[in-house]
């Protein structure tokens, strides 16, 4: 059986057929040649049975006219005739054949060839012959027309004298064979000057196809000199070809990915040059304490313990944004690396809430919990507790004395909702759309002052994003932010 795919990966390895100059080239070689092909076989073929025909009626003519002649001078009985013997000559040449006569015992008398006389022949042309039936036959692969014609001679039938009737009695057979060189020496000269032909169209679709491509891809020839301009570096402008709707298509999409790209390497920048001024400053701020300590004399105790215990908050901090980066590195792999597991989200919220309590008394902030219903849901424990943590911190973290932070669990049929609602100083409007953003902080004094990373919300949402979830943030300055995160109850595989 034919490995198809062997095939596939042979006929993929042909690079003259992976160009399109080269499937253009075939297809219009196909287009080209096959009706030429398709005419030559129908001409040659139409007309061979012309000719054939024509010369055996020819033929059939001419040994009926000998065959009358035969019966005249009794030739059957005596092939003495000189004037038959010509007349039988002159046919064999004319047709570059050969000629027997076949008495009705089915005895050859006379062969043109001289060379089966007196023989007997036995063979179903020729009886069928003598009972009045001719016949010719065309064989193609040998080249001849063969045909077999009866003698007959018309005889007064044995009735009373004079009553007229007559009838045709077969007396032998003319078997003749004749050459069909003549024929196929035409065939053949026909059958060259379709070839030339045939060659010329293959020539001039080569010629055509060079053309044809030279002017398609010369847009795409351009498309690739810019693209190769703003690989190497040479130009950051958006490319343009605008020769052809293709290019012009390819041209757009490059740009989109570029804009992309360029975008993607901006936030990276700016990634990287917030990582280093974040994890900079509490070192900066060890080594002034550090430095005031060596550099001072007699440095009384109390003064040690209180820079000691900068120090170490300064450690703490640096810990605390190491730690927040590799949470944000986690959330930015694919959702291949979430842990889906089928979780009580109510049980989950609860110790969310047990953890943060301690912080929620420190601050004065009271801590309300409300669930409408139990959930369980398909989620990443570990994830989503960071996640809605993040959130419940953040509310106590921003928010006023005696106030409060209300969470909210609820569910529908096909999602679970999570609403984090407090009485803080609340966020700008013109702030809300970037709060996701990496480091952003609305107020970085006081963030700084509470701990905060800036990091916090980055991680939320792409932890919610990987759960195909969705959240969503009102926020009303002086008087409170209200987030609400909505998160698929079955986990949905992409
Ligand atoms: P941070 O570590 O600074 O808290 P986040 O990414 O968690 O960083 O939050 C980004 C900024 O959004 C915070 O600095 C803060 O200004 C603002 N913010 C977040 N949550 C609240 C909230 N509940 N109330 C008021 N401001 C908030």
């Known amino acids: 059986m034919l490995d198809i795919t062997l095939l596939k990966s042979k006929l993929r390895r042909i690079t003259f057929l992976r160009s399109l100059k080269g499937r253009i080239f075939l297809i219009l070689l196909i287009v080209g040649l096959i009706p030429c092909f398709i005419m030559r076989y129908a001409i040659l073929r139409n007309y061979e049975r012309r000719a054939v025909t024509v010369r055996t009626s020819d033929i059939s003519t001419q040994v009926r006219i000998l065959a009358n002649h035969l019966i005249t001078y009794h030739y059957l009985q005596d092939t003495s005739s000189e004037v038959i013997n010509a007349e039988l000559d002159q046919l064999s040449n004319l047709y570059d054949g050969r000629v027997l006569i076949i008495n009705a015992d089915l005895r050859i008398v006379k ?39 009866p003698i007959t001679e018309t005889v007064e039938a044995d009735l009373p004298v004079g009553s007229g009737e007559s009838f045709d009695l077969v007396r032998g057979v003319m078997l003749v064979s004749a050459s069909n060189d003549s024929i196929i020496a035409t065939m053949d000269s026909l059958n060259r000057q379709a070839l030339v032909v045939e060659s010329i169209v293959g020539v001039l679709i080569f010629v055509v196809t060079l053309l044809v491509s030279k002017v398609l891809f010369a847009p795409f020839k351009k498309m690739i000199q810019a693209l190769d301009q703003v690989q190497e570096g040479y130009t950051n402008d958006p490319i343009s070809v605008t020769d ?98 089928e979780v009580d989200i109510n049980a ?147």
Do not use: W
């Not at 063979?123 to 193609?140: F, K, M, P, Q, T």
């Not at 959130?391 to 609403?419: C, R, S």
């Open 244 to 341: 052809c709707l293709e290019t012009e298509h390819i041209g757009d999409a490059f740009n989109r990915v570029l804009g992309r790209m360029k975008m993607l390497d901006n936030s990276r920048q700016e990634f990287v040059s917030n990582v280093s001024h974040e994890l900079r400053t509490p070192i900066t701020s060890m080594k002034v304490l550090a430095d005031s300590l060596i550099t001072q004399k007699d440095v009384p105790l109390e003064v040690y313990q209180e820079f000691m215990r900068d120090i170490a908050a300064e450690i703490e901090r640096e810990d605390k944004i190491i730690n927040d980066l590799l949470s944000l590195v986690k959330m930015d792999r694919t959702s291949a690396d979430l842990n889906i597991s």
């Open 111 to 149: 062969d043109t060839y001289g060379i089966s006389e007196g023989k007997t022949i036995i063979s179903e042309e020729v009886i069928r012959c003598l009972r009045g039936e001719s016949a010719n036959r065309y064989d193609r692969e040998n080249g001849y027309i063969e045909m077999t014609i």
């Open 348 to 494: 989950l919220v609860e110790l969310i809430m047990r953890r943060l309590r301690p912080i929620a008394m420190r601050r004065d902030v009271q801590l309300v919990y409300e669930s409408i219903r139990p959930v369980t849901a398909e989620v990443d424990e570990v994830k989503l507790t960071l996640a809605l943590s993040n959130l419940v911190e953040n509310a106590i973290k921003y928010n006023k004395e005696h106030g409060f932070v209300k969470v909210t669990l609820d569910a529908g049929h096909q999602f679970f909702t999570v609403q984090v609602a407090d009485s803080g100083v609340g966020i700008p409007e013109d702030a809300l759309e970037h709060i996701y953003e990496r480091f952003y902080r609305v107020d970085k004094s006081r963030s700084r002052e509470i701990g905060g990373t800036g990091l916090g919300l980055s991680i939320t949402r792409s932890a919610i994003l990987m759960h195909r979830g969705s959240i969503k943030v009102t926020s009303i300055e002086g008087e409170g932010t209200d987030f609400m995160v909505k998160i698929p109850l079955k986990y949905i595989l992409v």
